[in-house]
């Protein structure tokens, strides 16, 4: 609901604006060992960043974790571009110098005032991926053009995530794993950089004691510098209202941080429902970006009805394809309405244009089909006539190959499950009680939907309800089945803060997902 209510805010409020980036300057890095010697240093993967052209938050760290840089990265023109605070881009060149020996590097600092556009912008100094299929630039600063405020910026900043949404040094400083930063800006994978060894303890530990997470309270609220959650006060660190939602930033412990969790909470002796989210709120950006395509489609559909001429619609599909080049439903629409304007050979570059990004979109090669036809060119529109139908077919085949695979795994699978009930009551002999033995075989029970002998192996380990979040997690499967969603909920608020507290992840994120 949030999400949807953000995507429909961003669309009609923020999508054509701009953003200051007079905070920040460009540090440019440049020369044949660029590469290598930023992946030695910056916490992200820079090829990646390379790769899929990219815009990235990066940080460099001390040995401790603890932030001493941080910015926003992408490549172009075989430059690096590094966006740092203004106050720091001169200590970042230093700091690069004291590590360049025989590389081959260059470093250019630009203090230009710049702008980030979500649109992609004419004269931009960069066009880059911002999300997912989601293209944005940024460019010189330019005198006229509409500006984000203060307001709006931080609503950027709590649903995307950007250092660039930041406007302060101290927004992301301190302990990069506590920081609404941190998941985005490391990378685990690419390789060695100073402070990799005690990010990574904690990351495959139990993850930061506390960490930046957010709670939305329907309404208003007391301005309060601090709230109440079971019985221990929090500091609020940065509130906004955004709808009808009030939104606070809050740094919350391991057992808090229950993602999309319903929490009470208490703000001057007043008592609140909420609900908590990880910062920042959007966490899955590729469907975000699809939902956002969705929206505008919708809005040209709309136009479409009210009879907005056709030519108009057509460059509105094509502004929005500079921001969102994959999404197909755009490539179709221009297609559609050049043919009701007879501009076949025209429909047929844009039908073509599609199969580029996606060779196997049978609807491209039909439509081709009937623009030939159109065209009078009867022999190229039975081979793009022929060229669908054997894509068709050779997605049908696919299909039962996939499907003869699935059957084969979930074969191999109840054959394990039948060597692992054998082995499991066989422990169940020596000790009707034993923990694990009876965890198991409620997963096996219940998996077989066998779900009245799987609530007899669940009973014998209830004791342990209080101590093991496994325990719970079956519960709350078990009752999900029963369609009891007030047990079954029971039954999460209490495994949940426990598989945090103990560093479960994968119970933790199976507890989530039922919510």
């Known amino acids: 609901m949030i999400q949807k209510k953000f995507t429909n805010y961003f669309a009609r409020n923020l999508f054509d604006k701009n953003i200051s980036l007079s905070n920040f300057s460009l540090l440019k890095v440049r020369g044949d060992d660029c590469v290598n010697f930023l992946q030695g240093q910056l916490t992200i993967n820079v090829e990646k960043v390379i790769a899929d052209n990219q815009l990235q938050n990066f940080c460099i760290v001390d040995l401790k974790g603890q ?103 101290n927004e992301v400083s301190g302990f990069l794993p506590s920081s609404f930063i941190h998941d985005q800006a490391v990378s685990f994978d690419k390789g060695c950089f100073k402070g990799q060894e005690i990010l990574s303890k904690i990351e495959f530990n139990r993850k930061a004691a506390n960490k930046d997470w957010i709670v939305q309270i329907n309404g208003n609220t007391p301005q309060a510098s601090e709230i109440l959650i079971n019985n221990k006060n929090y500091e609020i660190l940065n509130r906004i209202k955004f709808n009808d939602l009030t939104l606070l930033h809050l740094q919350l412990p391991r057992e808090l941080r229950l993602h999309q969790f319903n929490q009470k909470i208490n703000i001057e002796g007043e008592t609140f429902e909420s609900t908590l989210y990880s910062f920042p709120l959007i966490q899955d950006y590729g469907m975000w970006v699809e939902e956002l395509g969705s929206v505008f489609f919708e809005k040209l559909s709309e136009l479409y009805i009210k009879g907005i001429p056709a030519q108009d619609l057509i460059e509105m599909n094509e502004m929005c394809l500079r921001v969102f080049p994959k999404m197909e439903e755009f490539y179709e629409s221009i297609a559609q309405f050049l043919k009701k304007n007879n501009q076949f050979k025209q429909a047929i570059f844009w039908m073509n244009e599609l199969t580029k990004i996606n060779p196997n979109n049978v609807l491209a090669y039909t439509n081709r089909s009937l623009l030939y036809m159109n065209l009078g060119e009867i022999e190229k529109a039975e081979e793009e006539k022929a060229k669908g139908v054997s894509i068709e077919f050779k997605l049908n085949g696919k299909s039962v190959d996939e499907q003869a695979q699935i059957e084969k795994t979930k074969f191999l699978e109840r054959e394990k499950r039948e060597k692992q009930k054998i082995m499991f009551l066989k422990v169940l002999e020596l000790d009707e009680h034993d923990l694990y033995a009876n965890l198991q075989m409620t997963r096996i029970s219940r998996l077989e939907k066998d779900y009245f002998v799987a609530e007899k192996y669940l009973e014998k380990i209830k004791i342990h309800l209080e101590r093991e979040p496994q325990v719970s997690l079956e519960y709350a499967l078990l009752y999900q089945h029963k369609k009891d969603r007030q047990k079954m909920q029971e039954m999460i608020n209490l495994g949940l803060p426990l598989a945090n507290k103990k560093g479960n992840l994968k119970v933790a994120s199976q507890l989530q997902n039922l919510i």
């Open 67 to 169: 932030i001493e840089f941080c910015g926003a990265i992408c490549f172009t023109n075989n430059n690096f571009l590094l966006l740092t605070y203004s106050n720091k881009v001169d200590q970042l060149k230093i700091y690069f110098e004291k590590y360049i020996i025989t590389e081959e590097v260059e470093l250019f600092i630009d203090n230009r005032d710049f702008q980030l556009s979500f649109f992609p912008h004419p004269h931009s100094l960069a066009t880059f991926q911002m999300y997912p299929n989601f293209y944005a630039s940024f460019q010189i600063a330019e005198d006229s053009g509409d500006y984000i405020d203060t307001q709006e910026r931080l609503i950027l900043k709590y649903f995307l995530g950007s250092i660039l949404f930041t406007q302060y040094e």
